[in-house]
């Protein structure tokens, strides 16, 4: 009980400090490094109990079932077969590329496998430990792709958005016609 108490005190406290530090995905991430700290720095293994993992896949599943309302409801039929083609593309390429890394030993192939999956961290991740991967490993694989992700797409689309505003510039201009007066 002792151990859990620690656990979770890190655990809060590294989550709110990479929160309040606005690093993507930050309260996981800062809580997964304050207990790997605690945990590092501890003369024995702390121990926590399985029935917390499982408590924190039942959150993580609550607040992603929070956010769906009638209105993402209908949305969704304009967005289903873009959607399911980038669906498509995206699991197909994370399975080959976890696949490569794998084979390339760096990592187990489900720890690969949930590493290269398109989603959240959060839920990768959660789903990673109720599979037995590593969920450490594949947290950090996410944290890389939503941070190159978060830092490189406005580098490619600010030109794009700024082509976008010179053309509606144009477009707004009044017309001289060749009228005389």
Avoid: C, Y
């Avoid at 590493?115 to 590593?134: I, K, N």
């Avoid at 941070?147 to 490619?156: D, H, K, Q």
């Amino acid at each position: 009980m002792n151990d859990t108490i620690v656990v979770l005190a890190a655990g809060a406290l590294g989550g709110l400090l990479g929160s309040a530090l606005r690093i993507p995905g930050g309260s996981m991430l800062g809580a997964m490094a304050a207990v790997g700290a605690v945990q590092l720095t501890a003369t024995s293994p702390l121990q926590i109990g399985a029935e917390w993992a499982i408590l924190g896949q039942l959150l993580v599943g609550a607040v992603i079932g929070s956010t769906l309302d009638r209105r993402m409801i209908k949305s969704f039929r304009t967005v289903l077969l873009p959607g399911l083609f980038a669906i498509v593309i995206m699991v197909v390429s994370g399975v080959l590329i976890g696949v490569g890394i794998a084979l390339l030993g760096f990592a187990e192939p489900l720890t690969a496998l949930f590493g290269m999956a398109p989603g959240g961290f959060s839920e990768m991740t959660a789903a990673a430990v109720a599979l037995g991967a590593s969920a450490p490993l594949v947290a950090s694989m996410h944290l890389v792709r939503t941070t190159a992700v978060l830092v490189l797409l406005p580098l490619i689309l600010r030109p794009m958005s700024r082509r976008a505003v010179e053309r509606e510039a144009d477009t707004d201009e009044p017309r001289t016609g060749g009228t005389a007066q």
